[in-house]
């Protein structure tokens, strides 16, 4: 058994469902997110649902009002490869 490896989980996340699960975890409403970031509900809405691109600065603007970096949005399926880790 010395080579047994733990099972590692991985799902695949978009980048909208990344703003929807950040925001759900912090118990936020799209209208409570929409009024703390100034962008308008149907836009919040339009992310989450991946119709619409984040862009940067949205980003900047959500991964504040969230407390994440706005990586953590943008990327949120990143998986540095071990293999080329310094």
Not at 12 to 25: F, K, N, P, Q, T
Not at 26 to 35: H, I, T
Not at 40 to 49: D, F, L, N, V
Request: glycine share 6%; with cysteine; net charge positive.
């Amino acid at each position: 058994m010395s080579s047994y490896r733990k099972a590692r989980k991985m799902v695949e996340v978009s980048v909208g469902e990344s703003v929807r699960i950040l925001r759900e975890l912090q118990g936020l409403s799209q209208n409570e997110l929409a009024r703390m970031t100034g962008i308008p509900q149907s836009t919040i809405s339009a992310i989450e649902r991946d119709r619409i691109r984040l862009g940067v600065e949205r980003a900047k603007v959500l991964a504040r009002a969230l407390r994440c970096h706005p990586a953590v949005l943008v990327f949120p399926g990143w998986e540095l490869d071990s293999d080329t880790a310094a």
